[in-house]
């Protein structure tokens, strides 16, 4: 054996090509032993021993495929990435069964199925509901191992535009605030101590132009917390427009020409613009960049920020 030395949850997830949660799952219900007796995910590997496993098979996908629209910016054989729209929920939850994109992509690529948990096949990554933008999924359990992995270390680059109420000073910044689970709102996520459960976050924004008390942000991800962009832009005082969880009515002081298409913008003005994947299998990096969506671009001409919205190809 050459992995003497190494975890043997890392050794069996490469030679299965499993998840690592998969693998310490197979380890903490006793399905492998080493040596005849149950192993932790933490035993490290003398390069000697008989590891025997069995790997149960998957559990039927209880999610039903739906037709439906899906607005392709790639796909090879490892990975497809969509641009999702505005209003559509990413996979199954809680009160949710159907009408997600996984329903979607579940009639277009049924290979996803067996592919990651069967609740969310595929995904490796979210976007908030009211979010629009790049999104990545996994064809293959080696793919959905990849991209797990890159997330998780950081290898992948993320990429926001924003409107938010006011002008944050400096125009160029980097938020490092930890943030965990709001601590009596338990659906909502906030700037909390690590001391208290909070995880590490951090933000990058550039200012791209101000004009009538709202302003264009491209924001770049370092992490991935739930709901980081929101938090973070409500924490330096700079909520996002439309943002019915973190946002303020601060429409009710600017000019009365914007008021009413702040007040009505239904949703967080926040779009993944641009997604950077590292290689898959020895295939070159992806990146994708989804076109402003419509009811963003709308805004951004009510309040006067059109001509700072990057141009896209099929718009010009």
Request: glycine share 8%; charged share 25%; proline share 9%.
């Amino acid at each position: 054996m050459s992995a003497t030395g190494e975890r043997i949850d890392r050794y069996l997830a490469k030679e299965l090509d499993l998840t690592r949660s998969q693998v310490q799952s197979l380890l903490r219900d006793g399905l492998v032993t080493v040596d005849g007796a149950a192993a932790k995910p933490s035993y490290l590997l003398r390069g000697e021993e008989r590891i025997d496993y069995r790997v149960p098979a998957p559990p039927p996908s209880v999610l039903e495929p739906e037709a439906g629209w899906i607005r392709l910016l790639h796909q090879d054989e490892h990975l497809v990435v969509v641009d999702k729209p505005a209003g559509l929920v990413v996979h199954p939850g809680a009160g949710v069964r159907s009408g997600t994109l996984v329903n979607r992509l579940l009639h277009h690529y049924p290979e996803i199925a067996s592919v990651g948990s069967p609740e969310r096949p595929g995904i490796v990554h979210r976007l908030d509901r009211g979010t629009s933008g790049v999104l990545a999924i996994a064809r293959t359990a080696a793919a959905y191992r990849r991209l797990s992995g890159a997330f998780a270390e950081r290898e992948v680059g993320k990429v926001y535009l924003a409107v938010v109420y006011g002008r944050p000073d400096p125009l160029d910044g980097t938020v490092n605030l930890p943030i965990g689970r709001h601590p009596t709102v338990r659906t909502r996520m906030t700037v909390i101590p690590e001391t208290r459960g909070g995880r590490p976050a951090t933000t990058r924004y550039r200012v791209l132009a101000t004009a009538a008390g709202v302003s264009l942000l491209e924001i770049e991800l370092l992490t991935g917390r739930t709901h980081q962009i929101r938090v973070h832009c409500k924490a330096i005082g700079h909520p996002l427009v439309g943002d019915p969880a973190y946002g303020e009515h601060r429409w009710r002081h600017l000019p009365p020409a914007v008021r009413r298409p702040l007040r009505e913008f239904p949703r967080p003005a926040l779009h993944a613009r641009t997604l950077t994947l590292p290689s898959i299998a020895g295939a070159p990096p992806v990146s994708s960049t989804a076109p402003v969506p419509d009811d963003l671009r709308a805004l951004g001409t009510a309040c006067d920020l059109a001509s700072s919205f990057p141009v896209d190809e099929t718009r010009r």
